[in-house]
């Protein structure tokens, strides 16, 4: 079984950057894809930013991947999201999610099967 704890969310202003970690454990050697996904209050759960643990191939939500940037420390098995220039619509529960199958869309939360606790992020002056 695989284990996902999400770090780093918290308050910040509007234009500021934060930088989610989740740091993976167990069973992680079949691993394939990890990605963030994040649902605001009232809404269904989106699609932010995936990778392939393997290639290091990235895809992001197209509105976001100017300000969002996903990256992986595979010695630390930890996967970041680095977030700049926030928005009050990016406030949201931040999730991490990993999956084994390497077939389906990156950004589709049902297509994941592991699933960190969430780390909230607002976005407020």
């Known amino acids: 079984e695989v284990q996902l704890v999400e770090s780093g969310g918290g308050l910040v202003q509007p234009g500021g950057s934060l930088r989610l970690a989740c740091t993976a454990s167990?069973?992680?050697?079949?691993?394939?894809?990890m990605a963030w996904f994040r649902q605001g209050s009232g809404k269904e759960r989106e699609g932010v930013a995936a990778i392939n643990v393997r290639t290091g191939n990235v895809d992001y939500d197209y509105s976001l991947r100017s300000r969002f940037t996903i990256s992986q420390d595979k010695v630390k098995n930890t996967l970041y999201l680095q977030m700049n220039r926030l928005k009050p619509e990016d406030t949201a529960m931040y999730y991490c999610?990993?999956?084994?199958?390497?077939?389906?869309?990156?950004?589709?939360?049902?297509?994941?099967?592991?699933w960190g606790q969430g780390t909230q992020v607002t976005v407020s002056s």
């Open positions: 167990g069973d992680t050697s079949k691993t394939m894809n």
């Open positions: 999610a990993s999956r084994e199958q390497i077939w389906g869309p990156w950004l589709t939360p049902s297509y994941y099967n592991h």
